[in-house]
């Protein structure tokens, strides 16, 4: 039975037609640019530079199958004598665990096919005939995370449970074939899990065998070259995997090979450079150690890289054996050529730590008196000098040794030298303190990542590192060892060695590229700038920011004699930026169809098995159960496959739909590109042919027409040429352009709302409308798409509002309020008469300033809390406490409020002046007397020993109330005699008034059960409060103090 389940089931694979229910999409139009003359096709199907660089090893080639690899064997091909050393197998596959040393080739008899009977005891040999693939694997993934995102059948989730009853499946097949149920085993529901060494964010593990390129798991390295293949600048995974592999079988010049191709695509990569040096180094290949150092240390400035270098010299060059000194000079020379180069580096401390242990190990004594002891001592105290003035992170214990080895020479001298060397250090020790602070955080990694796509995994942490970068390099412009006046160069080489560090992280970030460019372009550094615009494109080959940049490099400063000659020179070479980007663009536009196509097989390979295997269980079950319901059945399953094949169908339009778009990104980036090339040659070249002879430049028309060859254009590069051809040379041929390009983008409304400008700008306002009627009608046919039609509407109801009839800018605004009802009716009538600028209509004239301009107040936010309980005040109080009429009305403070009503809010009030009851304020206290001796003596020669009121018994004078305090601002605020005109302030009546106020009643002194003193009713006497000079002293009401009673200082406890 099962036998026959496999038969079948193999037909029907025979049978699929991945390609039968899926139609590929259309060619583009462009391509068919005028088919009365029809423009020479381009096959941009050229591999990139990028991928050219990495040709496919012939080992992991896939060798087509032979045409017999299915069928049965014969018996006695079956019997075959088998060699002496057979490797083990375990149903059917390699025993994994089986040692690999001996590695010797064994003629195997051909493997039974899957329609024998029995299942072959021979292990099925891989696709790419790898040698030594059967090896035990290493804990590294061999799909990647997003070969491990394609799912399997239409789920989408990475652990997800198959509820149908389906068999389990094997892990690969023979010569990649699609997996085979086994019908043998129990059906149980299948829940497909992430292995625990892959990522969890991943899916499920693809299915081997559904891409056209199979690979059995035991061929690791097919599949990491696969991977590779694939993704070459963003599966850094499959790269060191690979290397580790090739190491790990002791096959180092598979190895070094990996290399090779890995440092073409990572040249920055010194971590990785580091490894490869060592690993030469440990098989005691020292030459090509020494040539890996060379070739790297320049391109990777990496102070592991540098170290790495200087351990090598320094291994080459025995110091203990070298008699002639050759090698201690080689030494020296190497130490000041890496630390010029990466002395500067923050991370450089131990380097220089390292290089004064060297200078220590020179002949001499340090102390001693001979020359070669001063020598030594001259030695130290320079390398000690250049060090400290470094911001590294060895700073702090390189002082302390330089402070230890001056004073243990001389104290006096090495006092003096600590503080001629002090300022530069405290410099670099302050410079070291920020730059803790601006680097915390920073990832220095050599190992760049592809920027993520914004909203994606890891979108925000790259940005994260993008900014902090920028803030250290800023932070390294703002020139905190002040070495802009000192040692400018010295400056600059810091700013360029900051980038290059930075960039060995961000290697695919364009604008940080640009950014180093510009800086040395400005700063006068030629040579740096170009070559970091040649690396910055080597690294982002589709970078247009890059490529523009260059092409603008060369065309501002390049260096061309006059003449026709000089022109074609001058545009090879701007153009070589432009090509480079051009071919990148395009490639990535044939990647992405192959992704596609890729994509879209799979999703219904997977599909096809999955169903495949849920019949042959139903034919399984359906033979063993006798409970079969009939059409019921066969209802209730057409239904569900009914709704599968509806959500494959819709995963199919959603990988089309998201490969679309990003194909129409492509192609937009393609098209200014050649637009920026036509401006560019149009301004170098000229108008040009666009079948140009040769010897001469192509122009501006033969790059347009290089264009439509190469396709992928949009209705951008039409626009601009015709635009070209309009405002340069007033040239007809511009209307032709528009008029070829209605006919290639007849449903693109931008491209007609350009057209129509242009015809207006032509004073050809019928051919204008006749354009927007067609347009028009074609766009709002569609429900979906009236909304494109809105710009064109905009434009023509300006322009008929300008220039046109007022029935036709009736009939325009009735098309449009039927069209969108949203916008509303007065909004369509006030642009007939507005501009950008200024709107007519919307303007309020001020008629009444005094009406329309009051002045607001300073608001006091109001509250909800409920006003606080006021005592009563009698009326005379509140008389008093009137606002003054110069407060009142005075300009300065209009509407003022005489009053704030105080609250029960939690918070502080604001100060209130006017309720002195509600809110009673304490009164300074006087001085208080000292106590004891000291205070007698004090009293003593004061002359107040006597002082009956310090004596007991003696009663003492009763002291005047303090006026209250809004008494006290009234009369402050009281304007003087001279401003009254008619009516003159009389000062009697003005005391009277004031001494009938009852004070007991309003208790001012705020104890309670206190009461003042009774006044005395009658007025007093002219001299009261002081009176002038002859007169007794008297106090407020009148009553003369008593000559023996001196007043000590009173407050308001000082009775």
Not at 808 to 823: G, S, T
Not at 824 to 849: A, E, M, N, W, Y
Request: aromatic share 8%; charged share 25%.
């Amino acid at each position: 039975m099962a036998d026959m389940d496999e038969l079948a089931f193999l037909d029907a694979q025979k049978e699929y037609d991945p390609a039968g229910e899926f139609q590929p999409a259309p060619a583009d139009e462009e391509e068919d640019y005028d088919p009365s003359a029809p423009l020479a096709s381009y096959s941009a199907g050229s591999p990139s530079d990028q991928s050219a660089s990495m040709p496919e090893s012939a080992a992991n080639t896939p060798q087509p199958a032979e045409a017999d690899a299915l069928k049965p064997q014969p018996a006695d091909a079956a019997a075959a004598p088998t060699p002496s050393k057979q490797l083990r197998t375990k149903g059917g596959f390699v025993d994994e665990s089986e040692d690999d040393e001996d590695e010797v080739p064994v003629s195997r008899p051909k493997a039974a096919g899957l329609l024998n009977t029995g299942v072959s005891d021979s292990p099925q040999r891989s696709h790419t005939h790898t040698p030594a693939n059967t090896l035990a694997p290493s804990h590294v993934p061999l799909h990647s995370t997003q070969d491990e995102q394609a799912v399997s059948g239409v789920s989408s989730s990475s652990s997800h449970t198959v509820h149908d009853a389906v068999p389990t499946f094997a892990s690969a097949t023979p010569n990649g074939g699609t997996p085979v149920p086994d019908t043998t085993k129990t059906a149980v529901p299948v829940q497909t899990i992430v292995p625990p060494s892959y990522p969890t964010s991943s899916a499920a593990t693809p299915t081997v065998g559904s891409s056209s390129k199979a690979r059995l798991p035991q061929d690791r390295v097919g599949i990491f070259e696969d991977r590779i293949a694939e993704d070459p600048r963003g599966d850094i995974e499959a790269w060191l995997s690979l290397i580790e592999e090739h190491r790990r079988r002791n096959k180092f010049d598979d190895a070094r090979a990996v290399f090779d191709r890995f440092f073409k695509v990572f040249p920055s990569a010194a971590e990785e450079w580091v490894a490869y040096a060592n690993m030469e180094s440990e098989l005691g290949e020292l030459k090509r150690t020494e040539a890996i150092l060379g070739r790297s240390i320049l391109q990777a400035p990496h102070i592991e890289l540098w170290m790495t270098y200087v351990s090598h010299i320094r291994r080459i060059n025995n110091l203990v054996t070298d008699q002639s000194g050759t090698a201690r000079q080689v030494t020296q020379q190497v130490y000041d050529f890496v630390l010029d180069h990466a002395g500067i580096d923050v991370n450089a401390g131990k380097l220089w730590i390292d290089y004064i242990e060297f200078v220590k190990t020179y002949p001499g004594i340090v102390g001693g008196t001979s020359w070669q002891d001063t020598q030594k001592m001259d030695m130290l105290r320079k390398a000690y000098g250049r060090a400290i003035a470094v911001p590294t992170n060895s700073l702090l214990e390189i002082w302390r040794e330089y402070d230890k080895f001056e004073m243990n020479l001389n104290k006096a001298t090495g006092r003096k030298n600590l503080q001629e060397k002090s300022p530069f250090y405290m410099t670099a020790r302050g410079a070291n303190t920020q730059l803790e602070n601006v680097t915390r955080g920073i990832i220095r990694t050599t190992l760049p990542k592809l920027p993520p796509a914004p909203g994606f995994n890891g979108y925000e942490e790259y940005m994260n590192q993008v900014q902090m970068w920028k803030n250290w390099i800023m932070w390294e412009k703002s020139d905190p060892l002040e070495l802009k006046t000192d040692d400018l160069a010295l400056y600059k080489k810091r700013v360029v060695y900051l980038y290059k560090q930075a960039l060995m992280a961000l290697r695919f970030w364009p604008e940080l590229w640009y950014d180093a460019a510009e800086w040395c372009f400005q700063n006068d550094l030629e040579t740096e700038g170009n070559e970091f615009l040649d690396k910055g494109i080597e690294a982002n080959p589709e970078s247009c920011l890059l490529a523009f940049k260059k092409a603008n490099q060369v065309e501002l400063t390049g260096t061309f004699e006059d003449g026709d000659v000089g022109a074609v020179r001058k545009g090879e070479a701007v153009r070589e930026p432009y090509n480079k980007v051009l071919d990148a663009l395009y490639g990535l536009t044939n990647t992405l169809k192959k992704r596609e196509e890729t994509s879209i097989t799979q999703m219904k390979e997977n599909f096809a098995a999955q169903l495949a295997a849920e019949e042959a269980t139903r034919a399984n079950d359906n033979a063993s159960n006798d409970d079969y319901d009939g059409p019921e059945d066969e209802e209730e399953i057409a239904k569900r496959r009914q709704e599968k094949e509806d959500a494959l169908q819709l995963q199919l339009k959603s990988i089309s739909a998201g490969f679309n778009a990003q194909v129409t990104t492509l192609k937009k980036t393609i098209s200014f590109a050649w637009i920026a090339l036509m401006r560019t040659m149009r301004r170098i070249q000229g108008k040009g042919r666009p079948d140009p002879p040769p010897g001469t430049g192509p122009g501006f028309r033969g790059i347009f027409a290089e264009a439509r060859k190469k396709g992928k254009l949009l209705s951008d590069a039409y626009v601009a040429s015709a635009l070209i051809e309009h405002h340069c040379y007033q040239d007809p041929a511009a209307t032709k352009i528009f008029e070829r390009g209605m006919k290639l983008f007849p449903d693109d409304e931008q491209f007609a709302l350009e057209y129509c400008k242009h015809l207006v700008k032509q004073n050809d306002a019928t051919n204008a409308r006749a354009v927007f009627e067609t347009i028009i009608n074609r766009i709002t046919g569609k429900p979906e798409s009236v909304h494109r039609a809105k710009p064109l509407f905009l434009f023509f109801h300006e322009y008929e509002s300008q220039f046109g009839e007022l029935a036709q800018i009736v009939k325009l605004e009735k098309r449009m309020a039927d069209l969108f009802p949203e916008d509303p009716q007065l909004h369509r009538f006030t642009q007939r008469f507005s501009t950008p600028t200024f709107d007519p209509t919307t303007v309020r004239p001020i008629i009444s300033p005094k009406t329309q301009m009051r002045p607001t107040l300073p608001g006091i936010i109001p509250t909800v809390e409920e006003p606080l309980a006021v005592p009563t005040l009698p009326a005379a109080v509140v008389a008093v406490r009137q606002p003054s009429p110069g407060v009142a009305n005075s300009p300065r403070i209009p509407n003022a409020q005489p009053h704030i009503a105080a609250t029960n809010s939690p918070k502080r009030p604001l100060e209130d002046f006017d309720n002195e009851l509600a809110h009673p304020r304490k009164i300074p206290r006087g001085e208080s007397p000292l106590k004891g001796a000291a205070g007698r003596r004090l009293a003593a020669r004061s002359g107040n020993v006597n002082q009956p009121s310090e004596q007991p018994g003696h009663p003492v004078a009763a002291q005047p109330t303090p006026l209250p305090r809004n008494v006290n601002f009234l009369l402050s605020i009281i304007p003087a005699a001279h401003t009254y005109r008619e009516t003159r302030l009389d000062a009697n009546k003005m005391v009277a008034l004031l001494q009938n106020i009852d004070l007991a009643r309003a208790n001012l002194s705020g104890r309670p059960g206190s009461a003042a003193p009774t006044p005395v009713a009658s007025a007093p006497p002219a001299g009261a409060f002081g009176g002038p000079p002859g007169w007794p002293p008297q106090n407020a009401y009148g009553n003369p103090h008593p000559a023996s009673f001196p007043i000590p200082p009173q407050g308001y406890y000082g009775r």
